[in-house]
């Protein structure tokens, strides 16, 4: 089986960083995924980590640690857009198919 | 950008009634999924296709559900005789060969009464 856990909310200020934290335990990892999901709305791709290390993508970053079963979404120069929830979601393989499992999501409020 | 398309955007039903969910995935991508979320809940794997052919499976993907790819565009999620507890978004997304990016439809709200 497979434990994904980030916190289910946090809050911000505009124009402040933020970063989402997000623990796995899984059996035949083979990357994570961060989405945004705003509230009825499908979720949106935000980044893939494979390898260990930051990846950068303009405002947004992603950290995958492997070894630690650990991954962080950061945030930086928070905009009032930027409140949705945040998906971590975890890639399996199985039976010749890639399974993103999808963790409880951080709820992230950024106010004035 | 290409996308995943769903129709219809809301199906109400009534309980024990057969609903089929439609879905048109990106027409380049390999595999197919479908995801379901209960209001206020997480987003739940129910299946995954590749190959014209189930791949994986979860707990909730049991006897009433089934899919299909009927014409090489298409893939439905059939369920056979709904119950209230079905009532969800139900998500439709489709990767490419490397897989490392998902798309998501924009979803079906299930309502079932």
């Known amino acids: 089986g497979q434990n994904i856990d980030q916190p289910t909310e946090m809050t911000a200020t505009e124009g402040a960083i933020v970063q989402i934290n997000c623990t796995y335990q899984t059996s035949g990892f083979n990357g994570l995924f961060w989405y945004q999901q705003h509230a009825g709305e499908a979720p949106t791709f935000l980044s893939y980590?494979?390898?260990?290390g930051l990846e950068e993508k303009g405002r947004f970053s992603s950290f995958l640690s492997r070894s630690k079963g650990y991954s962080y979404l950061l945030l930086k120069e928070l905009q009032m857009k930027d409140s949705a929830s945040y998906l971590c979601?975890?890639?399996?393989?199985?039976?010749?198919?890639?399974?993103?499992?999808f963790g409880r999501g951080t709820s992230l409020i950024v106010h004035p | 950008e290409p996308e995943v398309t769903q129709t219809p955007s809301h199906q109400v039903t009534q309980m024990g009634q057969e609903v089929i969910l439609r879905c048109v995935p990106i027409?380049?991508?390999?595999?197919f999924y479908w995801y379901r979320q209960i209001l206020g809940q997480k987003v739940e794997f129910l299946v995954s296709f590749y190959n014209n052919e189930i791949s994986e499976k979860s707990e909730i993907f049991d006897d009433q559900f089934s899919v299909e790819r009927p014409d090489g565009s298409n893939f439905t999620l059939k369920i056979r005789s709904t119950k209230l507890e079905d009532s969800a978004m139900y998500f439709c997304?489709?990767?490419?060969?490397?897989?490392?990016?998902?798309?998501f439809g924009s979803g079906t709200q299930l309502s079932v009464l």
């Open positions: 027409s380049n991508h390999l595999y």
């Open positions: 997304a489709s990767g490419g060969r490397d897989n490392e990016k998902l798309f």
């Open positions: 980590n494979v390898l260990d």
């Open positions: 979601a975890v890639e399996m393989v199985g039976g010749g198919s890639y399974i993103p499992t």
